[in-house]
């Protein structure tokens, strides 16, 4: 019988994991972009014209060149995509990344007549922010640095609350900003 090795703590700072295919993360993504779309399909274009060219002036294979560049546009197109994503490592919100270190919450806001919501997240006082980073003009439905407008539908404080309990410190607060203030979120919303 041999014996299993035992799970990695949420919290050990390892790279994101994938259960049965899926990435263990909560993730937020912006509305369809034309532009990014475009950006896609134009990599992607000039990849496979790209492998054209070295196969004819080459004498190479095409396809290795296709298969070498595809995770590259996967992985534009999804940052591109991405408005607020969580995992085991900490957060990104809109082209920002912060260390779990770094943040001290979320703040979530859906204020009533928007179909968008918002999500800021405020950092820990006494912890510097990364180089170059600068905070944005602040908005009216949160009183957060740092925070991304994201389509009312898009956002599941549930599954939100629930992936970060088991990925974000236990000492981050997840709370809802309205009229009346912050309180502390719960699934129900």
């Known amino acids: 019988m041999t014996q299993q090795p035992p799970p990695p703590t949420p919290h050990s ?19 369809f972009s034309p532009r990014a779309q475009l950006g896609l399909w134009g990599a992607i274009a000039g990849t496979v014209a790209l492998a054209a060219l070295l196969g004819w002036a080459l004498d190479m294979k095409g396809g290795v060149v296709i298969v070498a560049a595809l995770p590259f546009i996967v992985s534009w197109f999804e940052t ?16 920002l990344s912060l260390p779990w270190d770094a943040v001290d919450r979320i703040v979530v806001a859906t204020p009533p007549h928007g179909t968008d919501a918002v999500i800021g997240v405020r950092p820990r006082s006494g912890v510097p922010l990364p180089p170059g980073v ?4 602040p908005h ?4 957060a640095p740092f925070h991304v407008a994201v389509p009312r539908h898009k956002l599941d404080l549930a599954k939100m609350l629930g992936k970060a309990r088991r990925y974000a ?4 607060r997840i709370v809802v900003a309205d009229a009346s203030g912050e309180r502390p979120a719960t699934p129900a919303g």
Do not use: M
């Open 13 to 31: 700072g390892a790279a994101p994991t994938r259960r049965r295919g899926r990435w263990e993360r909560y993730r937020v993504t912006h509305p």
């Open 80 to 95: 591109q995509r991405t408005a607020f994503q969580f995992d085991v490592t900490g957060l990104r919100i809109g082209g």
């Open 134 to 137: 600068v905070p944005q003009p």
């Open 140 to 143: 009216p439905a949160v009183s």
């Open 169 to 172: 410190p236990e000492r981050l």
